[in-house]
């Protein structure tokens, strides 16, 4: 009974965050009519994400515990413009790539690794340029540099052995990415459409919070050790 006891006192905040998060996921997924605007459910996830972030970094104050929240904030800001506003789609993507530096900067960086990026970044920057031709915009430029940043992401956390967890969020993550640039293309309409909008949530709400359980293993791991 003192051990459950123990582990419940040193635990509460995320136990906390994690029942919040499973009680509105299961309302979402059974009850979603009950919301009068579901947009809001989903931005509520965010903000919940982001006060979990900053209070693991009041309990656990590291230079990767305050990269983790401030990258949560730009998720803040970006998610504010796609999901509230519904607009303004070059900001959105514009935060969400400063969420991405700040996880880089977590992950790691040296500087072959930047050399690598910034080839891939420019490779794909051609490529986007030559198929969209006339059609290439900022918003193709940005979500180019954000989209290579992202995956770069990925590999170098496996190259560098980060906390896997975090890792299979982030993969979560780009995954719902992939279904928004899916989604865009206008030959998808009716039910695929509609599946791959609740795709995009299915992904992207498991990504953040298996990202915020990677963290939080990392932190208390890192707490033990000294």
């Known amino acids: 009974m003192n051990k459950l006891f123990n582990i419940l006192k040193n635990n509460y905040y995320f136990i906390i965050y994690s029942l919040i998060e499973l009680i509105l996921a299961i309302l979402l997924v059974i009850k979603e009519e009950i919301f009068n605007d579901v947009n809001y459910v989903y931005y509520s996830f965010i ?7 900053f209070i693991l970094l009041l309990n656990h104050k590291n230079k ?81 540099v954000y989209f290579s ?10 190259i560098n052995k980060f906390n ?3 890792i299979i969020g982030m993969i979560l993550f780009i995954l719902c990415d992939v279904c928004v640039g899916i989604s865009n293309f206008e030959m998808f309409e009716g039910e695929f459409a509609n599946l791959l909008g ?6 992207y709400l498991p990504g953040l919070y298996l990202m915020s359980v990677g963290m939080y293993i990392k932190s208390k791991k890192r707490s033990n050790l000294n």
């Open 64 to 144: 990767n515990n305050l990269f983790f929240c401030i990258a949560y904030l730009f998720a803040i800001f970006a998610d504010f413009n796609l999901i509230i506003l519904g607009d303004n789609l070059s900001l959105g993507v514009f935060f969400f790539l400063c969420c991405q530096i700040f996880y880089m900067l977590m992950i790691g960086i040296n500087k072959t690794q930047l050399l690598i990026r910034f080839i891939i970044i420019i490779v794909l920057e051609l490529l986007a340029i030559i198929v969209t031709k006339t059609n290439y915009s900022f918003l193709v430029f940005i979500t180019i």
């Open 149 to 158: 940043t992202f995956l770069a992401n990925i590999i170098f956390a496996f």
């Open 47 to 53: 903000l919940l994400n982001f006060i979990f972030s």
């Open 198 to 203: 609740r795709l995009i949530y299915y992904f």
């Open 164 to 166: 896997i967890i975090f």
